[in-house]
T-cell receptor, first 114, second 114 residues
Framework: AQSVTQLGSHVSVSEGALVLLRCNYS??????LFWYVQYPNQGLQLLLK??????LVKGINGFEAEFKKSETSFHLTKPSAHMSDAAEYFC????????????FGAGTRLAVHP | DAGVIQSPRHEVTEMGQEVTLRCKPI?????LFWYRQTMMRGLELLIY????????DSGMPEDRFSAKMPNASFSTLKIQPSEPRDSAVYFC????????????FGDGTRLSIL
């Protein structure tokens, strides 16, 4: 069975500091992994995805994530936080059984302070 | 391109009333998902369809909930009768069937049952 664990339900950083949001997964099939961002009163937006190929994936808004099979991790990073990055972030893994079902983590709320 | 369109954006109604939430997926997408998001339970998958056929409704909380997809461009989620504990934000998402494709989310319907 597939599952996702996001370490830290709340993360707070200073503007300009490194952002690191942690995601670990378990999967019985080759993992396809996704990060989504949710701004207040909006739906989830895709930040980036890993399916195959290069393990360092770049996404929108300066975010990137690295797939590490040995660590079953897919952590999200951004070198320099901006106030506009304050949002909730969800990591997801492809579910089994096809049909593009996703298994989501519980989410991490990122706060950015001046 | 038009994204996933949900209506209404907000719904306030009294318990016992029937509630119908609507979703128009992105044209060409053949998978559709209904989610519920609450503070207590996070993001829950309720049901998903492939080519208009319900594939897995194991996430539907009880018989008061039902979903239909009469054609490729429209789906409904109905709650009858509604209860205060159904208050949540309900999201619809769509995607291509291929599992390396992301889901695209609508902006959600914020439902309040008084």
């Amino acid at each position: 069975a597939q599952s996702v664990t996001q370490l830290g339900s709340h993360v707070s950083v200073s503007e300009g500091a490194l952002v690191l949001l942690r995601c670990n997964y378990s999967s019985s099939v080759p993992p396809y992994l996704f990060w989504y961002v949710q701004y207040p009163n909006q739906g989830l937006q895709l930040l980036l995805k890993y399916t195959t190929g290069a393990t360092l994936v770049k996404g929108i808004n300066g975010f990137e994530a690295e797939f590490k099979k040995s660590e079953t991790s897919f952590h999200l990073t951004k070198p320099s936080a901006h106030m506009s990055d304050a949002a909730e972030y969800f990591c997801a893994v492809r579910g089994s059984g096809g049909y593009n079902k996703l298994i989501f983590g519980a989410g991490t709320r990122l706060a950015v302070h001046p | 391109d038009a994204g996933v369109i949900q209506s209404p954006r907000h719904e306030v109604t009294e318990m016992g009333q029937e509630v119908t939430l609507r979703c128009k997926p992105i044209s060409g997408h053949n998978s559709l998902f209904w989610y519920r998001q609450t503070m207590m339970r996070g993001l829950e998958l309720l049901i998903y369809f492939n080519n208009n056929v319900p594939i897995d409704d194991s996430g539907m909380p009880e018989d008061r909930f039902s979903a239909k997809m009469p054609n490729a461009s429209f789906s409904t989620l109905k709650i009858q009768p509604s209860e205060p504990r159904d208050s949540a934000v309900y999201f619809c998402a769509s995607s291509f069937e291929n599992s390396n494709q992301p889901q695209h989310f609508g902006d959600g319907t914020r439902l309040s049952i008084l």
